[in-house]
Structures are given as C-alpha cells and as structure tokens.
C-alpha cells in the first residue's frame, strides 16, 4: 500500500484563459469539486504546487496565487492538477456503500467463486462508470480477451469488499465471453 499511498491523482486539467485577469479554465475530473475552494494547494508534478487564490464554480474559471495576468497564466495551460490519496480520504466524503475508485483498482473481480481477473483501472463513459479488467491469466491461455470492461453498478457489481479486495459479480463472464 505504501507505493498507492505515495500516488499523486490526477483532479483537473488547467484549460485556457478568459480575459484580463489571469482566470483560467478548470476543467474538473474529480467526482468532489468542493475540494478546490480558496487556498487550496494542489500538485502540477511532485515537487510544484499551485494555490487557488480565486475560484468561481459556476463559470468553471480558477486564478492561481502569482499568475495575475493572461501571459503569466497562459504558463500554466494544459497543467494537470493532482493530489494525494491520503488528502482525498481526509476531505472527500463518501456515502455509504461508495468507494474512491484508488481503492476498487486491484480488486480481484470475482463471479460464482472464479476469479475472472483484477480491475486495472476505473473508467467513466457517459454516466456510467465501468471497470476494466485484466483477465486472470488461466483464461487468457484458455483462449479468452487478455482485458474486458464490466459496467459498475446493478446488475452486474454486486458486492464491493474493499478490505478483501474483492469485488463479487454476476453476467462479467458473459461479457468476457463476448470480448
């Protein structure tokens, strides 16, 4: 866990400027918006941070602390915006029964007691958010995809045990099948 833990995650995408004032574009990839607010620091790569000094969250616009002008804003188009795991678990709230997608990806997917793979990475298409999987390596050398996307929710995400690192499915066989 210590090598997830050091992670930085990737938040948002610092788009162009508007106007005169320095304000940029902040196009958000988080599912918690609330965490960018006024004095928030956030990583551009592990050892630089920027800090809002300025957010307006209808117009999706952000300033950042000494970039006051178009020019010097213009520096920071197409930066990405990261944070830390441990940062995310201390200000992000989830509902019950909701998981932070760093905590699905290395779950075992599981359907009647097989296990069809491990989920690689958490994906969101339209509203819906899938897994995609690696396919256990016993099936890829039955013939079967090396990866397939399962679609995370009912009916086909059944039981998420994010302690066990298991998540129990039912259909995801169905659709390796098909892969």
């Excluded at 602390?65 to 795991?85: F, Q």
């Excluded at 290395?106 to 989920?119: H, M, N, T, Y």
């Amino acid at each position: 866990m210590s090598k997830q833990s050091n992670k930085l995650l990737h938040i948002a995408t610092i788009g162009k400027t508007v106007g005169l004032g320095g304000d940029m574009k902040l196009h958000i990839k988080s599912d918690f918006p609330e965490q960018f607010k006024k004095g928030a620091s956030f990583f551009i790569n592990e050892n630089e941070t920027l800090t809002i000094s300025d957010i307006n969250h209808e117009r999706s616009l952000i300033k950042f602390v000494g970039y006051r002008s178009p020019e010097d804003a213009k520096k920071l188009t197409n930066k990405n915006l990261y944070t830390t795991i441990e940062r995310t678990r201390k200000e992000c709230h989830l509902e019950k029964g909701e998981h932070f997608w760093f905590d699905i990806e290395g779950c075992s997917v599981v359907e009647d007691g097989k296990v069809l793979g491990v989920v690689d990475e958490v994906d969101r298409m339209g509203i819906t958010n899938y897994l995609f999987v690696i396919t256990d390596e016993a099936l890829v050398k039955s013939g079967f995809a090396k990866s397939f996307l399962i679609p995370y929710r009912e009916p086909f995400a059944l039981n998420t045990d994010i302690k066990e690192k298991v998540i129990t499915v039912n259909g995801a066989m169905d659709i390796l099948e098909a892969s």
